[in-house]
C-alpha cells in the first residue's frame, strides 16, 4: 500500500497549489484526482483579478488581455454603467493550461498526482478509492470542492449556501470584441447573482449564476435563454463548451482542520460571498495549509493547527456577507432596476468600482 504524508484530494487548483508548497518543504504528497484529465470538467470561468495577479506568478501566455471596462446592465439592458479603470482589472486564463502548469510545478515540488481515482473515505489512517488502490496517509487535505466528502469524513464543517453557476464557452474570431467585462443584473435569469459575458481574446464565456432554489426553470434554460440575447457576445467559430457547477457563498466555514486533517479551497467555503470569486482565496489559503500542515507534521504538537482559524477569517467577511444578503435579496426585476438607478449615482459609482476593482476580494492569510 502506498504511504504518504500528506493525502491531497482534489486536483483543482487550492489542492495542487498545497500539494507543490507542502512537497517544496519535504514532504511526501499524493494528488488523488477522481478526474481522468485535468483539461476535462473544468468548472470555473478562470477570470483572474489583478490582486492575484500582483500576488502570485502565473505565466502571462496562460491570460488573456488586460481588462479594464466593466459595463453593468440593467434587467432592460439600456443603458448599461460603463466603468473603467486606469489598470488592468481582469485577465481570463486558459483554465486547462493553468491546471497542467500547477499539477508540472506539484511533480517538479516532488509531489504525486494521480488521475481517475475518486475518493470513497478515510478510516484508520488510510483512505480508499474507485479507481485506485488504497493510500495509507498521515494527513488529509479536503480539496474536493464544494460539496467536500473529505469534510464529512474529518467531521469537519460543511458547505450549505450556494449559488450554482453555469456557462458556454466557445472559440471567436480573433480581435472580434473590444476586452469587456459585462455584467447583467437580471434575477430573472440570475437571482441573487449575475449573468456575465467575458472573453479572453480567443473565447467567450456567457454565463449566469443564481440560488438553485430560485432558478425554478433550471440553470441550463436561463444559460440558454440569456446566451440567445446577451450583450457583448462575439459570434462563435468552433465548439461549444458547456462548465458549470455550485459555488459555495456562505463564507469560510468555522471548523476547518482536525488532527486528521484540514480543508483548502471551495471545501473550506473559501469563496468571496459577494463577487463569489473562489481562485484568489485557493491560491491564498493553499499558502497558510501548507505552512500550518508543515509545522504541525514536524513538531506534532495540535496548537500549530490553531492558526488555521476558520472563526477568525469569517469574521473579516462580515461585510461582504451583509452585501450578499442584500444583493440576494434583489429577487424582482423592478428591484435590479431600481439597484442599477442607484449606482448611477456618484456614491453608487464608487460602491461599485470598490466592489470591481477593489483589493478586498479575499483579505491576505498569508
Ligand atoms: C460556473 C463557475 C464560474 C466561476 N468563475 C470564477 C471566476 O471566473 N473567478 C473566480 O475567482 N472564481 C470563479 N468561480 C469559483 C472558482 O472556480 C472556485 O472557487 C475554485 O475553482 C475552487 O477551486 P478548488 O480547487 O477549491 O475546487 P475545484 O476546482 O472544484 O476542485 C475540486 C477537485 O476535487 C475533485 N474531486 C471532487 N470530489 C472528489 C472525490 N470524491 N475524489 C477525488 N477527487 C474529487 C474534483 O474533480 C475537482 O477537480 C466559478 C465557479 C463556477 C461554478
Known amino acids: 500500500m502506498q504511504t504518504v504524508d500528506v493525502l491531497v484530494v482534489g486536483a483543482g487548483l487550492a489542492g495542487l497549489r498545497t500539494a507543490c508548497l507542502l512537497a517544496r518543504r519535504g514532504l511526501s504528497v499524493l494528488v488523488a484526482e477522481r478526474r481522468r484529465s485535468l483539461s476535462a470538467g473544468i468548472r470555473t470561468t478562470g477570470i483572474f483579478v489583478r490582486r492575484t495577479l500582483d500576488d502570485f506568478p502565473l505565466p502571462g501566455h496562460l491570460l488573456g488581455p488586460g481588462i479594464r471596462h466593466v459595463l453593468l446592465y440593467p434587467p432592460s439592458r439600456r443603458a448599461p454603467i460603463r466603468l473603467t479603470s486606469d489598470r488592468?482589472?481582469?485577465?481570463?486564463?486558459?483554465?486547462?493550461?493553468?491546471?497542467?502548469?500547477?499539477?508540472?510545478?506539484?511533480?517538479?515540488?516532488g509531489?504525486?498526482?494521480?488521475?481517475?481515482?475518486?475518493?470513497?473515505?478515510?478510516?484508520?489512517?488510510?483512505?480508499?478509492?474507485?479507481?485506485?488502490?488504497?493510500?495509507?496517509?498521515?494527513?488529509?487535505i479536503g480539496a474536493d470542492g464544494a460539496r467536500s466528502r473529505v469534510a464529512r469524513d474529518l467531521g469537519l464543517d460543511v458547505n450549505t449556501r450556494f449559488l450554482v453557476g453555469a456557462e458556454i464557452v466557445h472559440p471567436i474570431a480573433s480581435g472580434t470584441?473590444?476586452?469587456?467585462?459585462?455584467?447583467?443584473?437580471?434575477?430573472?435569469?440570475?437571482?441573487?447573482?449575475?449573468?456575465?459575458?467575458?472573453?479572453?481574446?480567443?473565447?467567450?464565456?456567457?454565463?449566469?449564476?443564481?440560488?438553485?432554489?430560485?432558478?425554478r426553470a433550471g440553470v441550463r434554460h436561463l444559460l440558454d435563454a440569456f446566451a440567445a440575447?446577451?450583450?457583448?457576445?462575439?459570434?462563435?467559430?468552433?465548439p461549444v463548451e458547456r462548465r458549470g457547477g455550485p459555488i459555495p457563498v456562505g463564507g469560510v466555514l468555522r471548523r476547518l482542520a482536525c488532527p486528521a486533517g484540514l480543508l483548502v479551497g471551495d471545501a473550506a467555503g473559501a469563496v468571496s460571498p459577494l463577487t463569489a470569486g473562489g481562485?484568489?482565496?485557493?491560491l491564498r489559503m493553499a499558502e497558510l495549509a501548507a505552512a500550518v500542515t508543515a509545522d504541525y507534521l514536524r513538531t506534532g504538537d495540535r496548537r500549530a493547527l490553531e492558526r488555521y482559524d476558520g472563526v477568525a477569517l469569517?469574521?473579516?467577511?462580515?461585510?461582504?456577507?451583509l452585501l450578499r444578503r442584500a444583493f440576494g435579496?434583489?429577487?424582482?426585476?423592478?428591484?435590479?432596476?431600481?439597484?442599477?438607478h442607484v449606482l448611477r449615482a456618484r456614491p453608487g459609482r464608487a460602491l461599485a468600482a470598490r466592489i470591481l476593482f477593489g483589493d478586498g476580494s479575499f483579505p491576505d492569510v498569508r
Open 329 to 340: 435579496g434583489l429577487r424582482s426585476a423592478a428591484a435590479a432596476e431600481a439597484a442599477v
Open 279 to 282: 481562485l484568489d482565496p485557493c
Open 111 to 140: 509531489a504525486g498526482v494521480l488521475l481517475g481515482a475518486r475518493y470513497l473515505g478515510f478510516s484508520g489512517g488510510v483512505a480508499r478509492f474507485a479507481g485506485a488502490g488504497p493510500v495509507r496517509a498521515g494527513f488529509v
Open 229 to 238: 440575447t446577451a450583450p457583448g457576445r462575439a459570434a462563435a467559430v468552433g
Open 177 to 215: 470584441s473590444t476586452p469587456a467585462f459585462h455584467c447583467v443584473l437580471d434575477p430573472r435569469v440570475a437571482p441573487g447573482y449575475l449573468g456575465w459575458v467575458i472573453d479572453d481574446g480567443r473565447h467567450a464565456h456567457v454565463g449566469v449564476a443564481g440560488y438553485p432554489e430560485a432558478m
Open 88 to 109: 488592468d482589472e481582469y485577465r481570463v486564463a486558459d483554465m486547462a493550461a493553468v491546471y497542467a502548469h500547477a499539477r508540472d510545478a506539484a511533480l517538479a515540488a
Open 314 to 321: 469569517r469574521g473579516r467577511f462580515r461585510g461582504r456577507l
